[in-house]
């Protein structure tokens, strides 16, 4: 759907698309070089939801189409893309 982007520590990315209900998005994260990471993401109204990494990871969930923002809350370089 959107992306790929690189995400430092500490960096975010916003304005993502996200399909509408009933249908999810999936957000792909993979930390670059392996190794472990934390991601969070939050969309509309919605509070924030943080999430370990361990290599590389898909969420699959109901953002309601609306943008969707993300942020490497860890240590280590994120690469995050969405489908």
Known sequence: MAG???LEPGKNYGGIPT????RSTTVHVQVVGGGNG???FQAGASPDEDNDV????????SFGGF??????IGSTTLKVWTA
């Open 67 to 72: 943008r969707l923002n993300v942020t490497n």
């Open 38 to 40: 934390r991601v969070r």
């Open 54 to 61: 361990n290599g590389e990871t898909s969420f699959s969930r």
């Open 19 to 22: 399909w509408a209900w009933p």
């Open 4 to 6: 790929p982007w690189t």
